[in-house]
């Protein structure tokens, strides 16, 4: 696949198979991404690869905590931020897409359905795998080093689309990360900045079929010291 054709190709999905990923897979995945280029060659990342009966647990036990109102402890990486024009309006049209594709007014199971998505939401969009990104707590207000974290996570996402999978890269599920911190004894030095849920997308599903929009060129762009052409 030209690479091109796989940045404007790969989606965020949100809706996966059973079908969990091989670990050699996941291996390549992250053998691949890891040569990404990072601030001074620092590579300010780690990963925990989730999988079989711990993942399954872990999603039980978030969707448990959901349900019975348990909020586990501060925000570590997740401060409430107020999107202002033009990105909120960005961020308002595309939940409305979402809306009326998956909650439409004249379905009588709207607010089931409307339950059921936040609940997939909380458990990692029900992937069968799931990568925990990791990095230091201190690097977090680094812009520099920010910006090298998303560039290996960027070098998953696509990667896994050349071996047929998808992913999605969320915040939810760690945004109060004592759980996972539990039970994969990660230090408190570590920031958990977000997990990417993967595995083979379930191409049965509305969601994973939303319509997808792009801010046009010219918005987004200005050309200083070029001749017209």
């Not at 091109?4 to 989606?11: G, L, M, N, Y």
Request: aromatic share 8%.
């Amino acid at each position: 696949m030209d690479i091109r054709e796989a940045i404007r190709s790969r989606r965020s999905i949100r809706a996966f198979t059973k079908q969990p990923v091989p670990r050699h897979i996941l291996e390549d995945i992250i053998e691949t991404a890891r040569w990404a280029g990072s601030f001074v060659n620092s590579q300010p990342w780690e990963f925990a690869i989730l999988g079989g009966e711990l993942m399954a647990e872990w999603k039980k036990c978030l969707v448990q905590q959901y349900k019975e109102g348990h909020e586990e402890g501060e925000r570590e990486v997740y401060p409430d931020v107020i999107l202002p024009e033009p990105y909120i309006l960005r961020a308002e049209k595309f939940r409305a897409n979402i809306d009326g594709l998956m909650f439409p007014p004249e379905d009588l199971d709207v607010k089931q359905k409307r339950e059921d998505y936040t609940i997939s939401g909380i458990q990692v969009r029900d992937a069968p795998n799931a990568i925990i990104v990791l990095t230091e707590k201190q690097f977090i207000k680094s812009t520099l080093l920010m910006i090298s974290l998303g560039l290996v996570i960027q070098n998953i996402c696509l990667t896994a689309l050349a071996h047929e999978l998808g992913t999605c890269v969320m915040g939810r599920p760690v945004e109060r990360p004592q759980l996972i911190r539990n039970m994969l004894n990660i230090p408190d030095s570590k920031a958990i900045p977000c997990v990417i849920a993967i595995g083979y997308p379930d191409w049965s599903a509305q969601i994973n079929h939303i319509k997808r929009e792009r801010a046009p060129l010219e918005s987004i762009t200005t050309w200083w010291g070029f001749h017209s052409e």
